[in-house]
């Protein structure tokens, strides 16, 4: 049984669009450097209003692709807030993430309002030991609040059906 019916071969193309409500901020940057345990490029005590020190300051470069501050949406009944594509499959199904391909084109400031839109590019069905699985292929784009292309990240999410 073929996973991609008239419905699924639709999606391709699909896009949303996200605008993010307010800046990247400073304490954002800062923990997910903590995160890291990276050198932080910003004291716990200073303040964004030193500005000759915060001038230069710019987030850790995966920071771009793992930050959900630009979503507007509702957590869904998993608790999760991303980004998920429906894909209307007949089958119960698992998402495993498949892969990543980052480009960066400029770097993310504290003062960034992110615009990201994700756009289905393909959908592959592979047959697999037990059944057949879908290769949903996104190309996913953040955009600062001038429209400058900051970075693309091409994800495939692999879609397993359960049974």
């Known amino acids: 049984m073929s996973l991609i019916s008239e419905a699924v071969k639709k999606m391709i193309g699909k896009e949303v669009t996200y605008l993010a409500n307010e800046e990247i901020g400073f304490a954002s940057i800062r923990y997910f450097e903590l995160a890291l345990n990276n050198k932080k490029q910003i004291d716990?005590?200073?303040?964004?209003?030193d500005q000759p020190k915060m001038a230069n300051v710019?987030?850790?470069?995966?920071?771009?692709?793992?930050?959900?501050?630009?979503?507007?949406?509702?957590?869904?009944?998993?608790?999760?807030?991303?980004?998920?594509?429906?894909?209307?499959?007949?089958?119960?199904?698992?998402?495993?993430?498949?892969?990543?391909?980052?480009?960066?084109?400029?770097?993310l400031l504290p003062t960034t309002k992110l615009e990201v839109k994700w756009k289905?590019?393909?959908?592959?069905?592979?047959?697999?030991?037990?059944?057949?699985?879908?290769?949903?292929?996104?190309?996913?784009?953040?955009?600062?609040?001038?429209?400058?292309?900051?970075?693309?990240n091409i994800e495939d999410m692999i879609y397993m059906p359960t049974n």
């Open 58 to 107: 710019v987030a850790p470069p995966t920071f771009i692709f793992e930050t959900n501050q630009y979503m507007n949406k509702t957590m869904d009944e998993q608790g999760y807030i991303g980004h998920s594509w429906d894909i209307p499959l007949d089958v119960e199904y698992s998402i495993v993430r498949g892969g990543n391909e980052y480009k960066i084109y400029h770097p």
């Open 44 to 49: 716990d005590n200073q303040s964004s209003l």
């Open 120 to 152: 289905i590019v393909n959908i592959i069905e592979k047959q697999g030991k037990d059944s057949a699985f879908l290769i949903i292929s996104s190309n996913i784009q953040y955009f600062n609040q001038d429209k400058v292309l900051l970075a693309e």
